[in-house]
């Protein structure tokens, strides 16, 4: 497994990292002493047509909260501006500034038969983001914020 100088050869990387994970000697066979031609060797991580699987348990499905942005647009905008101004880091003021400058602004338009997401939606969001950093300025927790896809804050950042 080891040559001269110590160093892993590169021969014997995959089964080093199977014996790591602790698969030991199942999964594919590198040694090719089978006398059937065939490379691979079917253990307990593969499936009936040769593919292998790396989750035993099933994925858990996590409860979502509500949007915090539709409180922030409706709620703290009107009433609790000290707390608009918290999460976005602009006045009310400000923020319908900017949704009027953009407001005729093409890339908010497209020629397909699925909406875009309310342009102050669009604006709350990338406010957001913008406004933060470490952990909460993750494409995650933003999405989680807003519940909208992590995709989605991509695109509206």
Not at 151 to 157: D, N, P, R, S
């Amino acid at each position: 497994m080891f040559d001269t100088s110590g160093e892993i050869s590169s021969s014997d990387e995959d089964e080093l990292m199977l014996m790591l994970l602790g698969h030991g000697d199942e999964g594919w066979d590198s040694d090719d002493d089978d006398d059937d031609g065939d490379d691979t060797d079917m253990g307990e991580g593969a499936d009936d047509e040769g593919q292998s699987w790396c989750y035993e348990m099933p994925c858990i499905e996590l409860p979502c909260r509500p949007a915090y942005l539709p409180h922030v647009l409706t709620v703290q905008k009107h009433e609790h501006q000290d707390h608009f101004h918290l999460a976005l880091h602009v006045s009310p003021n400000t923020f319908n500034c900017i949704l009027e400058q953009i407001l005729d602004d093409p890339v908010f338009s497209n020629n397909s038969p699925n909406g875009q997401l309310p342009m102050d939606t669009q604006l709350t969001t990338a406010l957001y983001h913008f406004g933060h950093n470490g952990n909460a300025a993750s494409g995650q927790h933003v999405a989680n914020w807003a519940r909208v896809g992590k995709g989605t804050v991509t695109l509206v950042t």
